[in-house]
């Protein structure tokens, strides 16, 4: 079992920046990506970012060019830097751990409980 904990979430106003952090523990064998994931209000749970910490990366098109994902494959975190941020990016973030295959096929085995990003003035 893996046991994924969200932390760095909050209010900030639009432009601003926040950075979100994820602490992996329990076995990762077998879990070579790590996420994070959104879901606002009355629509679907949508990819953000997804790494392998080893080179390969997925973004969605919505946050490229404003939002990076790093992982630390000893300490088993996962981060995401948020820059630039608008009122669309205000959402419940997840994060995720899972099987990487390539940056259309990653498969999430494990969800973090989920923390608050609002973007607003």
């Known amino acids: 079992q893996v046991q994924l904990v969200e932390s760095g979430g909050g209010l900030v106003q639009p432009g601003g920046s926040l950075r979100l952090s994820c602490a992996a523990s329990?076995?990762?064998?077998?879990?070579?990506?790590m996420g994070w994931h959104r879901q606002a209000p009355g629509k679907e749970r949508e990819l953000v970012a997804a790494?392998?910490?080893?080179?390969?990366?997925k973004y969605a098109d919505s946050v490229k060019g404003r939002f990076t994902i790093s992982r630390d494959n000893v300490k088993n975190t996962v981060t995401l830097q948020m820059n630039s941020l608008k009122p669309g990016d205000t959402a419940g973030y997840y994060c995720?751990?899972?099987?990487?295959?390539?940056?259309?096929?990653?498969?999430?085995?494990?969800w973090g409980q989920g923390t608050q990003v609002t973007v607003s003035s």
């Open positions: 995720s751990a899972g099987r990487y295959y390539t940056e259309n096929l990653y498969y999430r085995d494990y």
């Open positions: 790494t392998t910490g080893r080179g390969a990366t």
């Open positions: 329990g076995s990762m064998l077998g879990k070579n990506g």
